[in-house]
């Protein structure tokens, strides 16, 4: 009913930037906190950055800084600016949405399928 589809990872040198998008496309009410999560090789997923429906945002501690999360509530979309990346910051990145769906009760979680993202020199 809902799909989201990420997009804009690869290889980056440290300290580089990428920018990685992700849209959400379905029979969409309204979508509430989205956010993007990684996780790496031998690791938990963990969240890394949410906004809100009216723009709020968080970030984990190792990101804060150098990442920003941003949304445009007309095309549904959510976007992560990551810069000044760190070997660290390897991981398949992972988008996440909150959603209210036409004849559905409550939100429903919907997660994108992931895009890579590699920093190495």
């Known amino acids: 009913q809902v799909q989201l589809v990420e997009s804009g990872g690869g290889l980056v040198l440290p300290g580089g930037s990428l920018r990685l998008s992700c849209a959400a496309s379905?029979?969409?009410?309204?979508?509430?906190?989205m956010a993007w999560y990684r996780q790496a090789p031998g690791k938990q997923r963990e969240l890394v950055a949410t906004?809100?429906?009216?723009?709020?945002?968080n970030y984990a501690d190792s990101v804060t800084g150098r990442f920003t999360i941003s949304r445009d509530n007309a095309k549904n979309t959510v976007a992560l600016q990551m810069n000044s990346l760190k070997p660290e910051d390897t991981a398949v990145y992972y988008c996440?949405?909150?959603?209210?769906?036409?004849?559905?009760?409550?939100?429903?979680?919907?997660w994108g399928q992931g895009t890579q993202v590699t920093v190495s020199s």
């Open positions: 996440k949405a909150g959603v209210l769906v036409f004849g559905m009760i409550g939100l429903t979680n919907y």
């Open positions: 379905g029979n969409i009410v309204s979508i509430y906190t």
């Open positions: 906004v809100t429906g009216g723009g709020v945002t």
